[in-house]
């Protein structure tokens, strides 16, 4: 039987099947065990294949792609809104098909496996450096517990180890403790940094990590992270791109009048975090003469406070990457402010 779209719910082992024909009835509900999911699709005329965008989504996406269906990937929050009250998988199964037959509804480009493998680092990192900084609060808590109080930042580190070792009123047991803390740290040290150089090797090589870096604000590992996470041609305009990115005010307009709420935070996290403190960088050395301050970015910190022009300078910064990466363009310099 030919089928006008099948959606699948899926899990670790069990993917729920639910299809319909031209007429958008249901024709179709069944479950497959995760071995079973490739011989299946491998058996049906070419039709749409709908997933949610999680945890594997992409893998299968590719698969089905090479099976000769045409794949669609829609955000969870999309769906969330065509699930009915019962939840359970077949109901799951029916939203995501239910969502794709809006002809409005957006969807998420599957991703290639390079793609995927270049994530790994940039993720890999961010787990590392997330450790290293519970290892530090964890050593400054441990160590308040004795009266020893230590500044933040990672360069207090080594002061604070110090100092713990030469206190005699620590006892012996809690001092071998800290020690092997200030080892543990000092690993995670190590090991950022040679994700760091391998990210600088990146950087070198890529053009497209060159041409951003030459953005005030945006340095190596922002550059890098940008051009290995973002592809421009999935956004229609620098605007949405920016709205991706989260960047952009929520709006609460109804009967006529505009309400402008505050930055959505949606999309990219950790994209969003590089660009504000990136803004925040630039803000910190802007004055008049200087080589990033903009007129435009001055008047700005007269009338408004230095984070709300961040996150305004941001999501400048984020307009100027999709406009340089979709156009293949080099950073042009903006005149500085008298």
């Known amino acids: 039987m030919k089928y006008k779209r ?6 670790k082992h ?5 299809g319909v024909d031209e007429q958008e009835r249901p024709v179709l509900r069944r479950e497959l065990r995760r071995g079973q999911v490739e011989a299946f699709f491998g058996k049906q005329d070419a039709t749409e294949v709908v997933l949610e965008a999680c945890g594997g989504s992409h893998h299968w996406g590719r698969l089905f792609s090479r099976l000769g269906h045409r794949v669609r990937l829609i955000p969870p929050q999309y769906v ?8 359970n998988d077949r109901n799951d199964a029916e939203a995501i098909s239910e969502a794709a037959s809006r002809p409005c509804m957006r969807s998420v480009v599957v991703k290639t496996v390079d793609q995927q493998a270049d994530g790994i680092i940039l993720k890999h990192r961010e787990m590392l450096v997330s450790q290293r900084t519970q290892a530090i609060n964890a050593l400054r808590g441990h160590a308040a517990e004795f009266g020893v109080v230590a500044a933040k930042g990672i360069v207090k580190v080594a002061a604070l180890l110090m100092e713990l070792a ?3 009123a620590i006892p012996a047991t809690a001092r071998a403790m800290f020690e092997q803390m200030g080892a543990h740290i000092e690993a995670l040290d190590q090991r950022v940094a040679a994700v760091d150089s391998e990210l600088a090797a990146l950087h070198k090589a890529n053009p497209v990590s060159q041409l951003l870096a030459e953005i005030p604000g945006v340095g190596p590992l922002g550059a890098i992270t940008m051009a290995l996470t973002v592809e421009p041609g999935n956004f229609a305009s620098a605007r949405h791109f920016a709205a991706w990115l989260g960047l952009t005010p929520k709006e609460h307009s109804t009967g006529g009048k505009q309400r402008m709420g505050k930055i959505s935070k949606a999309g990219n996290e950790r994209l969003r975090q590089l660009l504000f403190v ?3 960088s630039v803000i910190r050395f802007a004055k008049p003469g200087g080589k990033s301050a903009s007129a435009w970015l001055l008047q700005l910190l007269e009338r408004k406070p230095r984070k709300l022009a961040a996150v305004a300078l941001a999501n400048k910064m984020a307009r100027i990457i999709w406009a340089m990466m979709a156009r293949g363009e080099a950073y042009r310099r903006q005149p500085v402010a008298a």
């Open 6 to 11: 099948i959606a699948i719910d899926t899990s």
């Open 166 to 168: 030469a206190d005699n």
């Open 14 to 18: 069990v993917f729920t099947l639910h």
């Open 80 to 87: 969330k809104p065509f699930v009915k009250r019962a939840k």
């Open 278 to 280: 990136g803004a925040m």
